[in-house]
């Protein structure tokens, strides 16, 4: 008994020709899978870059996700009311931006950083208040970078800084007195 080989377009098909075809199909079936892997992980890439860029962007123009009020010096009375917080008598507000290394660090997370300048006495007499005694304020001792809270603060240009928190707010001070730093910090903590 003889077997029939199949038939296509009246011409006899061989087992090479069916070996070329199921190659060819399979070929055309791991492109396409190729092609919607690469696709969808370019998209997500994209999303991704989007994403960043977007929350840089915000952070940069002193909007920060799930904070109360912009980050500058126009919402100045409604960033200290967060906390309660005030500034020394006197002071001058040099800056108010983003507590963007907070934010990273911390899921949810938010904060500003105002960096202002006080009198020697009125930063002494603004300690005091906090329940330290401002007099001795030359004799603590220096705060190490990478203090928790002074993430946003580049230690490394303050001469001898010294720190305190209270609440979800901290002071850091330069010595010789004169320049300070108040950090709020809120959400996801």
């Known amino acids: 008994m003889r077997v029939r080989r199949p038939v296509l377009?009246?011409?006899?098909?061989?087992?090479?020709?069916?070996?070329v075809i199921v190659a060819v199909l399979v070929g055309i079936?791991?492109?396409w899978v190729l092609f919607t892997v690469g696709y969808l992980f370019l998209?997500?890439?994209?999303?991704e870059r989007s994403e960043a860029r977007a929350?840089?962007?915000a952070s940069a123009a002193g909007v920060q996700v799930g904070a109360p009020c912009p980050a500058d010096v126009e919402h100045l009375d409604e960033i200290l009311a967060i906390e309660g917080d005030s500034l020394p008598e006197g002071t001058e507000v040099v800056s108010v931006e983003p507590a963007v290394n907070f934010a990273d660090a911390i899921p949810g997370g938010w904060?500003?950083?105002?960096?202002?300048?006080?009198?020697d006495q009125a930063i002494r007499d603004y300690v005091t208040g906090l329940g330290h005694n401002g007099e001795y304020l030359d004799?603590?001792?220096?705060?190490q970078a990478g203090a928790d809270g002074a993430e946003d603060v580049d230690l490394s240009r303050v001469s001898a800084p010294w720190m305190t928190g209270f609440?979800?707010?901290d002071l850091i001070l330069e010595r010789p007195l004169g320049r300070g730093w108040l950090v709020i910090r809120g959400g996801g903590m």
């Open 29 to 31: 079936g791991v492109f």
């Open 139 to 143: 004799d603590y001792p220096t705060t």
């Open 9 to 19: 377009a009246g011409e006899e098909v061989t087992g090479r020709q069916v070996l």
């Open 167 to 169: 609440g979800n707010t």
């Open 43 to 47: 998209s997500s890439v994209q999303v």
């Open 111 to 119: 904060g500003y950083v105002i960096e202002f300048t006080a009198s």
């Open 55 to 57: 929350s840089a962007s």
